[in-house]
């Protein structure tokens, strides 16, 4: 099931703050419900407010999780993965990074990246970090091992943050920070987990292949829908 934030679950100051921003605003007890205005006037400010919605309108939004056969945005990656995890994933310096910037470690490009978006708040990413760290191991014993990487980010949570759930549940894949939610809004504002594979096949145009909200039935199973996925996108 996805993990979506409630009023009874805690959230960082930072997040909290960011929903607040977003939330609809509503009417309270005491306020005027409405006001005669002459209708010259009516007119004018309806007109004026329709040309300033004329921007908005040009500007595409994005309301659902980026889907399968799409474009998928080349999402910053700002750093929380150890030096080893950086080293394998061919990224040099401190970042931030693209998702295109990610080399394997035998020096060949990346074709295939599975990231996971998360929260360390998020009780289902909790629970599926065991089985994130057995689809690594799965992965790096099969024929899949050079051609799909693993990360995570952690949507909301700060470079500590993603440190604290790496290590309270010996999480083994490389993990990124999202303190401001940029990529959790690039990506569509998934619920927790999410799951895309994405194709570096054409860095400059990353592709999604794959894109569901949800823990997985398990690994194995994950990683034969994986399989039969790479095996189409050849």
């Given amino acids: 099931?996805?993990?979506?934030?409630?009023?009874e679950m805690p959230r960082p100051a930072r997040q909290a703050a960011t929903i607040a921003r977003k939330a609809p605003r509503h009417w309270h007890p005491g306020q005027p419900?409405?006001?005669?205005i002459p209708l010259p006037l009516?007119?004018?400010l309806l007109l004026a407010a329709l040309l300033a919605l004329l921007p908005a309108c040009a500007t595409p939004t994005l309301a659902e999780p980026v889907p399968a056969s799409s474009p998928f945005p080349d999402i910053p990656l700002e750093n929380a993965a150890t030096p080893a995890q950086l080293a394998a994933l061919g990224l040099s310096g401190e970042g931030p990074w693209k998702l295109?910037?990610?080399?394997?470690?035998?020096?060949?490009?990346?074709q295939?990246?599975?990231?996971?978006?998360?929260?360390?708040?998020?009780?289902?990413?909790q629970r599926e970090a065991p089985h994130m760290n057995r689809l690594a191991e799965l992965l790096?014993?099969?024929?899949?091992?050079?051609?799909?990487?693993?990360?995570?980010?952690?949507?909301?949570n700060t470079r500590m943050e993603v440190d604290l759930f790496r290590e309270r549940y010996g999480v083994t894949i490389p993990l990124f920070a999202d303190p401001d939610l940029a990529v959790h809004e690039q990506v569509g504002e998934p619920g927790t987990p999410h799951f895309f594979l994405v194709s570096l096949k054409n860095p400059a145009a990353p592709a999604t292949l794959f894109s569901r909200t949800g823990r997985m039935a398990s690994p194995q199973a994950f990683l034969d829908e994986l399989s039969a996925i790479a095996k189409r996108s050849n």
């Fill in 112 to 125: 295939l990246v599975l990231i996971e978006i998360f929260s360390m708040y998020c009780p289902h990413c």
């Fill in 1 to 7: 099931m996805p993990c979506r934030h409630t009023p």
């Fill in 100 to 110: 295109s910037d990610i080399r394997p470690a035998t020096g060949s490009k990346a």
């Fill in 33 to 36: 419900h409405s006001t005669v």
């Fill in 42 to 44: 009516l007119r004018t």
């Fill in 140 to 156: 790096a014993a099969s024929p899949l091992k050079d051609r799909i990487t693993v990360i995570g980010v952690g949507a909301g």
